[in-house]
């Protein structure tokens, strides 16, 4: 199994990423962990558009996504940039998605996906799960929280363990 991790914005989440994917017995697997082209020129512009570009050219069996990691991954998979089996992103923004002047909104519309697995704070700040709505995903998992931290990890890790194993099963919505 091959796996590319996108983080957020900020680079602590790179830890945050590797400690779920221990979480989800997915350490042992080949990883690919993406670096934004910003965190060493933190100067420059955050460019969904050229983190885009700059992703790996590989087919991927999961690809993870963490906040603006989700934006770039929906981006690239509607760009047909990237190719994977299945996609979890949590923590998708939504609130600031209009400040993303090269974001395509039109790449939402992939929520509806079976092969896609959303995790969403029911109140997250960047993004409450109520916003996702409009589009229809087809496995949203929402659950408590309004920090956009997702580190009550058994609020969801045996939710994505088994659709993992089965892409098709509908997510339960919680609170």
């Given at each position: 199994?091959?796996?590319?991790?996108?983080?957020?914005?900020?680079?602590?989440?790179?830890?945050?990423?590797?400690?779920?994917?221990?979480?989800?017995?997915?350490?042992?697997?080949?990883?690919?962990?993406?670096?934004?082209?910003?965190?060493?020129?933190?100067?420059?512009?955050?460019?969904?558009?050229?983190e885009v570009a700059n992703l790996?050219?590989?087919?991927?069996?999961?690809?993870?996504?963490?906040?603006?990691?989700?934006?770039?991954?929906?981006?690239?998979?509607?760009?047909?940039?990237?190719?994977?089996?299945?996609?979890?992103?949590?923590?998708?923004?939504?609130?600031?998605?209009d400040q993303k002047a090269d974001f395509k909104p039109e790449s939402l519309e992939l929520l509806k996906g079976d092969d896609i697995f959303i995790v969403q704070q029911v109140n997250d700040k960047l993004g409450p799960a109520n916003m996702l709505e409009p589009y229809a995903p087809s496995n949203l998992l929402v659950i408590e929280g309004n920090d956009h931290l997702y580190e009550s990890y058994d609020f969801y890790v045996d939710d994505v363990l088994q659709w993992l194993k089965n892409p098709v099963c509908l997510a339960r919505k919680s609170p």
């Open positions: 199994m091959k796996i590319l991790l996108l983080p957020g914005v900020n680079p602590a989440t790179i830890d945050w990423l590797h400690f779920l994917t221990e979480k989800l017995s997915l350490a042992e697997v080949d990883t690919v962990l993406n670096n934004y082209q910003f965190w060493s020129a933190p100067d420059e512009e955050k460019s969904l558009s050229r790996p050219g590989d087919d991927f069996d999961l690809i993870i996504g963490k906040s603006l990691g989700t934006l770039i991954l929906l981006q690239a998979l509607y760009e047909k940039r990237i190719v994977c089996n299945q996609a979890l992103l949590i923590g998708i923004p939504s609130a600031v998605i």
